[in-house]
């Protein structure tokens, strides 16, 4: 069974960290094949994958961390949904005004309609609900430790 994209990210991390740049480099090239069909629709995300695989970390393994954070944190939560699954698409959108994180939330299923989405809000978005079942879209949601609510979003 493949590592789950979130041990290909913590064992890059933690050759990072140990300056064990050859383990990061083989981490890092597990983690951008098993990110392929989403590098292949983000040109953002391509460009930061080409970026941080041309780097020299040993030069500047500090700079190359922080590189790999921000790269993290454009994959957002990566999760696979099962072995060899494509990466779910997260929107982080605590913190944004009301109507932002539902015209995010629309704008992301315009773009991209059969693929699943995840969604992390400040609370339950009820007025969302009335939309995404007039666009065919089925969703299912929880409430999270950290006080948030994540859902999940998908073509009906």
């Not at 951008?32 to 970390?57: K, N, T, V």
């Amino acid at each position: 069974m493949a590592p789950s994209a979130q041990a290909l990210i913590d064992a890059a991390r933690d050759a990072a960290v140990g300056g064990d740049w050859a383990a990061f480099r083989r981490s890092f090239a597990a983690l951008r094949e098993s990110c392929a069909p989403r590098i292949a629709r983000d040109e953002d995300l391509r460009q930061q994958f080409d970026m941080l695989g041309a780097a020299a970390p040993q030069y500047d393994p500090q700079g190359c961390l922080a590189a790999f954070e921000s790269l993290v944190e454009t994959l957002g939560e990566v999760e696979l949904q099962a072995p060899g699954a494509a990466l779910v698409r997260t929107l982080e959108l605590r913190g944004l005004q009301p109507p932002e994180p539902i015209v995010r939330i629309l704008e992301a299923l315009e773009r991209e309609p059969d693929e699943p989405l995840r969604a992390i809000l400040p609370h339950e978005p009820a007025p969302l609900y009335a939309l995404l079942q007039e666009r065919g879209f089925t969703w299912h949601g929880e409430a999270r430790e950290d006080g948030g609510y994540e859902l999940l979003i998908e073509r009906a």
